[in-house]
């Protein structure tokens, strides 16, 4: 029985610190903010086994936090006590004589009435800040960590255990908000990880299948409703590049936006990089290279035709040296939306579901989630 191993232990201490460092706590009491990944102990793997991915993991992970400062800093100097660790209003003494003519003392009077409005103000917007939490009168920084303990596919993120300190002194309401608000965060960063552990690092790997020798499997996604469900029926061998055994998948997705849109998220570097997330190489011409996914993806463009249809040759870097696989991409205007239809011809047998998974996590997923924010941020 064919079985691949592979060490995550690298890519997983650079995603962990990607997904927790800058995570932004907000909440009644201030603003705080994850600094950086102090301690991280630990490893991870992923094993194809039997037809099945079986994750190891296991991490000690401390962290530093921070509270974040007022846009207001710590205010102007005239406007502070001498020990500078109060604001008083400072009030501007104006006197007016015989000499002052009408307008002058007008003017004077409003002046002095705007300073000291300024300055009780500003007084005002210090004692909030105060209030909040987020700097002590004597304007110390609050630091605190998060600690991590035994994060495992032993148990469930959130039965995971994180335990927040701060370092002594006042400022126990953010100690508050970190444990409560800060860790829901640092869960969700958690999710994060794991997700890509399960799909962006296992991209390619290996996934032994049942088909007997001689038989080619191809998997559709037939409509119903707005999703798709998957069945596979048996096709004819199909021998391309190297000489091995191979898969047809056949797949339909509906994306929120229309034909032209969607090509060109296929299409144009910028667009690439952002729904994978990774430096890209994309020559959309005929001929053209591409690459994505730290190289875990290549290929060249072979056929273009504007919003309507790719043909690329596509490979994973796991493949069998020099096999390529005949990936083509079509179009469909439906009214607001658009049905991209994606036939994959020439998958090694033994890359069938892992292939199947990339298309659907890695690329349509994202892209959706892509398209949604183009969305949220024009709104």
């Avoid at 992970?61 to 400062?69: E, G, I, M, P």
């Avoid at 794991?194 to 001689?214: D, N, S, V």
């Avoid at 729904?275 to 890209?280: E, I, L, N, T, Y």
């Avoid at 996590?361 to 024009?378: G, T, V």
Wanted: hydrophobic fraction near 35%; include cysteine.
């Amino acid at each position: 029985m064919a079985k691949t191993e592979r060490d995550a232990t690298s890519w997983s201490k650079r995603k962990l610190k990607e997904v927790l460092e800058g995570l932004v706590v907000e909440g009644e009491a201030g603003r705080c903010e994850i600094g950086d990944l102090k301690h991280v102990e630990g490893e991870a793997s992923c094993n194809s086994r039997k037809g099945k991915l079986i994750f190891f993991y296991e991490w000690n992970l401390r962290l530093s936090w921070k509270d974040v400062h007022s846009v207001f800093g710590t205010g102007c100097q005239g406007c502070q006590s001498s020990a500078g660790s109060r604001w008083v209003p400072v009030h501007t003494l104006v006197l007016l004589d015989r000499e002052h003519s009408s307008q002058e003392r007008l003017r004077l009077l409003f002046s002095s009435f705007k300073s000291a409005l300024i300055q009780f103000l500003m007084m005002h917007l210090r004692i909030r800040y105060v209030n909040t939490g987020t700097v002590k009168e004597s304007g110390e920084k609050h630091k605190g960590s998060v600690e991590i303990p035994n994060l495992s596919e032993e148990n469930e993120v959130d039965d995971t255990e994180i335990n927040v300190s701060k370092k002594k002194g006042e400022g126990d309401v953010l100690k508050d908000l970190m444990r409560t608000e800060g860790t829901t965060k640092v869960r969700e960063a958690l999710r994060d990880y794991l997700k890509a552990l399960k799909t962006e690092f296992t991209l390619g790997m290996i996934l032994p299948t049942k088909a007997p020798a001689g038989q080619e499997l191809a998997t559709e996604r037939k409509p119903s409703g707005s999703t798709m469900q998957d069945s596979v029926t048996p096709q004819s061998l199909d021998m391309v590049g190297v000489k091995i055994p191979t898969v047809r998948i056949h797949m339909r997705e509906v994306f929120n936006s229309p034909a032209d849109e969607l090509y060109s998220i296929f299409t144009k570097k910028e667009l690439v990089q952002k729904f994978s997330k990774c430096p890209a190489m994309i020559e959309a011409e005929k001929g053209g290279k591409l690459q994505m996914f730290e190289g875990f993806v290549s290929g060249e463009y072979t056929e273009l035709v504007p919003s309507q249809r790719l043909v690329l040759k596509w490979r994973c870097r796991s493949w069998p040296d020099e096999h390529y696989a005949t990936v083509a991409l079509n179009f469909q205007d439906l009214a607001t939306q658009s049905e991209l239809e994606l036939e994959c011809k020439g998958v090694p047998v033994s890359h069938e579901e892992s292939t199947r998974q990339c298309w659907k996590k890695q690329y349509f997923e994202e892209i959706h989630i892509l398209l949604q924010q183009s969305k949220d941020s024009m709104e």
